[in-house]
């Protein structure tokens, strides 16, 4: 029952007790916490009870309570004390005989008396705390030190720099319990999509080690090279990577933090939101010991489906004659006929390049376990992990050594507090994560990204020794042409491996001093952070022997091969270093914080902190990255909360960058919200509160600021680069290859020095509104708005004629975004035995461009930026495919040679051809605009069952018609250089003289790249949205008397799976790739696990 000041129980209760308690970062009236468990009596009918139904003052005593309450036969009388965990008394507590009426609670001392039966069992509750069951066989005194409740706590928010009470919470937060991010995947970053409103996620490859997922806050609004949100690891700016390894087992709390006053106190770091996560900490009691092992067997969730051996060979040889009739075809109906009898297939090969490259799924294995406990000096949380994640490539017996994907992470957690003295508590941190890697020398993507690139029918993997190789030690790779030109993936695969290890160490020291002595309510903390990260990489490797069928007797059935490259290969294993990375951070934090209340009605608190953080690059490549980076903050938070009904609260960052020049170093960016708990209010009466449990709404505006604009290597904005030894821009004096002439190296300038580059500044609105109905389900709904301005870009308006070097940069971009945030909640107990949950979240994001320094484009208006998403794509719209020859000869001219059955574009301006000033924005934005989940969990007795559905939509994506390999798109043109693959949906959907379908799926086909058919249009244009089967979990726990017997604490069996089913128009690969389909594909797991507690 929740009681505000006006309520007629609360004058009552406060002549009982003026003790108010600030404890964990909550301010309680002590005995409103007092859980009556007294029978079906409601806490209100209980406190009418307890009053004189004239007067409404009177309080029964306390003996007339009990002798109310009790039931049945008095046996013996019990004694005891109850404390928390800082051993503080507990006001309130409920004692009550498990399955009476028969109760008490604990009073001002945290004492309790009640008279028992001599057998039987006593359950001790308050709030906050987790509830104890104690048997009452033998004893007669009790001294009881209640644990805090995890769940309860969930009452308390994580906001920055300290906590807030849910309740009092004015910013825009999210969180999710991390019990719903235990999927079994090694990558937490997997598990974000759709679990919590306001967060665009998707992700693009399942490579183990390469598969983090992108996210972003509420969109992007900017375009320099930070658009992800700040990640903070208790209170530690983390990186994408770090967050991956981050174990759900570990995590304590998980938020998001969306607008202005929640994320300006972050000052430069906070414009893109912020992501901040908490990890577990001990608590007194007995040791806790926790075990969880999983055994999982993941595969890919869609494969590329690529023609056959004789498809491929039919459609190359349509391919050259449909453009040229005379044109001589590659494959000879002898050679078709002998391939499909199956004859040698060492001279006619038929090879399925996925099934002899790759394997249909793999084994992974995981381990974590936690070790939590302590006493009243001290309390500590250990955790650790081992997990190990292999790929699915199909390296055979034929291979010297194993080079498919195998990595192994070890992570490790201590955190230790300690109550030095009664006010003072120091808080020691240490993580470490070492990740140890073997596989292919270019990644498992680039193995699939090369089958695309492979002909099925020109050479097999690897040949048969024939009689002049049959004392040769090396393996006989098949291939064609002089010195080996093609692409054989299997060489690639097994000519090498690669090897990385990565180390990630934090140690973090934090100091919390209670100040009552000065000040009630006062408190100061320090924080000092420091990170060593390490990575390098070795690959071994040998220059692979091609041969290829230089004669074949069919007769014998009998070939000799002849070698392509006798002078390049290596029958021994060469060794390259790559890239070292070699960084640390330092990072400091202190701050003093007030929190108090006055009067009953009036909660005041206040917050004001410093930081520090440098970092240095120990391999950065030139002296300017060298230099130590370095940015220095003040932050500060004021709240006042009345009567817990009205609320404010103003926040500032005032931060300084490296960055930018003096006058423009500092920014000021605050921030200010306003909220109204309309619930409790007292015209809200307890009648209208069944129904409508919590009615509150909120509004905040403010400024936050980002530095990280333009280039990250490019540092310093009001100093000039200038390269005096630029070879590459050098000249030659004397006589041309004269041993008496000289080089001198040029001078380049890379950047022009601008004073007045200054911070890219975000002014964010937004307003919610939180529904409680009945107090099972909880919606909130949020509106928000933030225009971004001083966005640095390229000035468009510098003539090139005036001869500079360097491109002229300025703050003259700005940007708006605007959506909707969603989310829902509900439980509901059936019965004792009975319970289920559901929730759903709903994210809509949208941007554009406001301002954009491009040309007049009045006379093409679709050309210009202005109004469009910054993930907004250009290109031709696609009309369909061309009729006939007349058709083209009376179009537009477009690009190259082409004919019927080729792309026909439209021609927006009307000029009579088709060029660059024809393309308009097409699709919607590369990023999802809109993202979305819903999922449900129950339990009956000893089983429980959860599942969860995530959702993407307005997303485009087109097929590769052009590779982009660091950008993970491959070019899937079928047939080009005598090579590339055919996919088996062009191979069904192509224009042809016999299937004249203007709007096939691929045009007229070529053994060559048709310009025409490669431009980027919408006729490859593909929509992204989606609908996954996300997660789905089993799991049976033991009774407790039996797992007691086995002296355990608990045991829970489960089964689970992730990105089980997927619902999409579009069937060629996983859509949530995007145009990354065809590199290593998302994977779909089956998993087993056992939980073990002690």
């Given amino acids: 029952m929740k009681i505000s000041s006006n309520n007629k129980y609360f004058v009552v209760l406060r002549k009982m007790t003026n003790k108010i308690s600030n404890k964990k970062g909550m301010i309680i009236l002590s005995l409103l916490a007092v859980s009556f468990q007294l029978g079906a009596v409601s806490s209100g009918g209980m406190l009418d009870e307890g009053l004189d139904k004239k007067s409404k003052t009177k309080l029964y005593t306390k003996k007339e309570m009990i002798a109310q309450a009790q039931q049945g036969e008095a046996r013996k009388k019990i004694?005891?004390?109850?404390?928390?965990?800082?051993?503080?008394?507990?006001?309130?507590?409920?004692?009550?005989?498990?399955?009476?009426?028969?109760?008490?609670?604990?009073?001002?001392e945290g004492v309790f008396e009640l008279n028992v039966p001599n057998n039987g069992t006593i359950v001790i509750s308050y709030i906050g705390y987790e509830t104890q069951e104690l048997s009452l066989e033998g004893k007669k005194f009790f001294n009881v030190v209640l644990s805090e409740d995890a769940k309860a706590l969930a009452e308390v928010t994580i906001v920055a720099f300290g906590k807030q009470k849910k309740e009092s919470v004015i910013g825009s937060i999210t969180t999710v319990k991390p019990a719903e991010l235990k999927i079994p995947s090694s990558n937490l970053t997997t598990a974000l999509a759709g679990r919590m409103s306001g967060l665009i996620s998707y992700q693009r490859s399942g490579e183990p080690g390469a598969d983090n997922a992108q996210f972003f806050i509420r969109g992007v609004t900017t375009f320099g090279y930070k658009k992800d949100p700040l990640i903070l690891i208790d209170n530690n700016e983390s990186s994408t990577q770090e967050l991956s390894r981050l174990q759900p087992d570990d995590i304590a709390s998980f938020s998001i933090m969306k607008d202005a006053t929640a994320t300006s106190l972050y000052g430069s770091r906070g414009a893109n939101g912020v992501i901040l996560v908490s990890t577990k900490q001990g608590t007194e009691g007995k040791v806790?010991?926790?075990?969880?092992?999983?055994?999982?067997?993941?595969?890919?969730?869609?494969?590329?489906?690529?023609?056959?051996?004789?498809?491929?060979?039919?459609?190359?040889?349509?391919?050259?004659?449909?453009?040229?009739p005379l044109g001589v075809i590659p494959y000879s109906q002898h050679k078709i006929d002998n391939t499909i009898a199956g004859t040698n297939p060492y001279v006619y090969p038929a090879n399925d390049w996925h099934k002899i490259m790759f394997k249909d799924h793999a084994n992974n294995h995981r381990l974590n376990f936690n070790i939590a406990g302590g006493g009243k000096v001290a309390n500590y949380y250990l955790a650790g992990s081992v997990i190990n994640d292999n790929g699915v490539l199909n390296v055979d017996k034929q291979s010297n050594f194993n080079s498919n994907v195998n990595l192994t992470r070890y992570m490790l957690r201590a955190n230790i507090n300690i109550k030095a003295t009664k006010t003072t508590?120091?808080?020691?941190?240490?993580?470490?994560?070492?990740?140890?890697?073997?596989?292919?020398?270019?990644?498992?993507?680039?193995?699939?990204?090369?089958?695309?690139?492979?002909?099925p029918v020109l050479f097999p993997p690897y040949y048969k020794a024939d009689k002049a190789n049959e004392t040769t030690q090396h393996l006989l790779f098949g291939n064609h042409g002089a010195g080996g030109q093609y692409i054989n993936p299997y060489a690639e695969m097994t000519r090498g491996y690669k090897d990385y290890t990565t180390s990630q160490m934090s140690i973090q020291f934090e100091l919390k001093q209670d100040l009552d002595f000065i000040?009630?309510?006062?408190?100061?903390r320090g924080m000092f952070n420091t990170n060593r990260y390490a990575y390098f990489d070795v690959a071994r490797y040998y220059n692979p022997f091609y041969y290829e069928v230089s004669t074949y007797d069919k007769a014998n059935d009998e070939y000799t091969l002849a070698p392509l490259n006798e002078t390049s290969g290596t029958d021994y294993l060469d060794y390259s270093e790559g890239p070292k990375n070699i960084n640390s951070t330092t990072y400091f934090e202190g701050g003093m914080n007030w929190l108090d209340s006055f009067g009953d009605v009036h909660e005041v608190s206040a917050l004001t902190v410093f930081t520090l953080r440098e970092g240095i690059n120990a391999n950065a490549g030139d002296l300017q990255r060298s230099l130590p980076y370095r940015n220095v903050g003040l932050a500060g938070r004021a709240t006042y909360a009345y009567d817990s009904r009205y609320l404010t609260e103003v926040n500032f960052g005032y931060n300084g960058?490296?960055?930018?020049?003096?006058?423009?170093?500092?920014?000021?960016?605050?921030?200010?919200?306003?909220?109204?708990?309309?619930?409790?209010?007292?015209?809200?009466?307890d009648e209208l509160k069944k129904t409508v449990s919590n009615l509150k709404l909120k509004a905040t505006y403010g400024l936050v600021g980002n530095d990280a604009i333009g280039d990250a290597n490019d540092r310093f904005f009001y100093l000039s680069n200038v390269d005096m030894n630029d070879s590459n821009a050098g000249s030659s004096f004397g006589t041309y290859g004269n041993s008496g002439g000289r080089f001198v190296p040029g001078i380049t300038i890379g950047r022009y020095a601008n004073e007045n580059i200054t911070w890219e500044t975000a002014k964010k609105f937004n307003f919610t509104t939180e529904i409680g109905l009945w107090n099972k389900l909880d919606i909130q709904v949020e509106l928000y708005k933030e225009n971004r301005t001083n966005i640095l870009m390229n000035r468009a308006t510098i003539s090139s004629t005036m001869g500079l070097q360097a491109p002229v940069r300025a703050n003259v971009g700005e940007a708006s975004s605007k959506g909707v945030d969603i989310s829902l909640t509900g439980n509901h107990s059936i019965n004792a035995d009975t319970w289920i949950s559901a929730m759903a979240n709903f994210t809509y994001a949208t941007s554009k461009f406001t301002v954009y320094e491009e040309p007049d484009y009045s006379n093409e208006p679709w050309k210009s930026r202005v109004g469009y998403s910054l993930n907004q794509e250009w290109g031709y719209i696609a009309e369909r495919l061309f009729v006939d020859e007349e058709e083209v000869r009376n179009s537009p001219k477009q690009f190259g040679e082409y004919m019927a059955g080729d792309i026909k574009y439209k021609d927006l301006n009307g000029d009579g051809k088709i060029n660059d000033l024809d393309k308009a924005p097409i699709g919607y934005p590369t990023s999802p605009e809109i993202v979305y989940g819903f999922g449900f969990s129950g339990g009956w007795k000893s089983l429980?069952?959860?599942?969860?559905?995530?959702?993407?939509?307005?997303?485009?994506?087109?097929l590769g018609t052009h590779d982009d390999w660091n950008g993970g798109a491959v070019d899937t043109s079928p047939f080009l250089d005598n090579s590339s693959a055919l996919l088996q949906s062009y191979a069904d959907s192509h224009w042809s003289e016999n299937n004249r379908d203007l709007y096939a799926i691929w045009p007229r086909l070529s053994a060559t790249r048709s310009q025409n058919n490669t431009e980027r249009s919408t006729w490859f244009m593909r929509d992204g949205s989606f609908i996954r089967l996300k997660s789905v979990e089993v799991g049976y726990t033991i009774p407790p008397k039996i797992a007691t017997k086995a002296k355990m604490a608990g045991l829970r069996c489960y089964f689970s799976g992730t990105n089980l089913l997927t619902?999409?128009?579009f069937k060629m690969w996983d859509p949530e790739m995007g145009g990354n389909g065809l590199g290593y594909p998302i994977q779909k797991v089956f998993n087993f696990g056992v939980q073990l507690s002690f």
């Fill in 944 to 958: 429980d069952v959860s599942c969860f559905f995530q959702g993407s939509a307005r997303s485009s994506f087109w």
């Fill in 519 to 524: 000040l009630k309510g006062l408190s100061m």
């Fill in 288 to 324: 806790k010991i926790s075990i969880r092992l999983e055994e999982a067997i993941s595969r890919p969730t869609r494969m590329v489906e690529l023609a056959d051996p004789i498809t491929y060979m039919r459609l190359h040889n349509e391919a050259i004659r449909t453009r040229n």
């Fill in 425 to 455: 508590e120091i808080i020691v941190r240490m993580s470490g994560s070492f990740d140890d890697y073997s596989g292919p020398i270019d990644g498992g993507s680039d193995l699939f990204r090369r089958v695309m690139k492979t002909n």
């Fill in 1063 to 1065: 619902f999409s128009k």
């Fill in 657 to 685: 960058s490296e960055r930018f020049s003096k006058k423009e170093r500092f920014g000021f960016f605050p921030s200010a919200g306003v909220g109204w708990i309309i619930s409790n209010e007292g015209f809200w009466g």
């Fill in 79 to 108: 004694t005891g004390r109850i404390v928390d965990s800082d051993d503080e008394v507990v006001i309130g507590a409920s004692i009550v005989v498990k399955g009476t009426s028969n109760g008490t609670v604990s009073d001002l």
